[in-house]
């Protein structure tokens, strides 16, 4: 999905279902960056449950995907 399209499904999400619980499977950070809460899986395993912004420097595992480029912006 380009860019353009991917932040109007973001806007829609947020302003749609602002009050809903939502699951987003995302390979990319930018689909989750704004919600108030993500779960971090390896291996079926709950690794880390926060505020992304949080977890981007508390979690090891999203920080090395970040950095590795296998988490895409």
């Known amino acids: 999905m380009d860019m353009m ?10 302003n749609e279902f602002g009050n809903r619980t939502i699951l987003t499977i995302a390979h990319g950070f930018n ?3 704004d919600y108030n809460r993500t779960l971090i899986f390896r291996k079926g395993k709950l ?4 505020k992304f912004d949080t977890l981007i420097t508390s979690c090891t595992y999203l920080k090395m995907l970040v950095e590795s480029g296998m ?3």
């Open 47 to 50: 690794i880390a449950d926060g």
């Open 5 to 14: 399209t991917e932040n109007q499904v973001r806007a829609t999400i947020l």
């Open 31 to 33: 689909s989750i960056k």
């Open 71 to 73: 988490f895409i912006e």
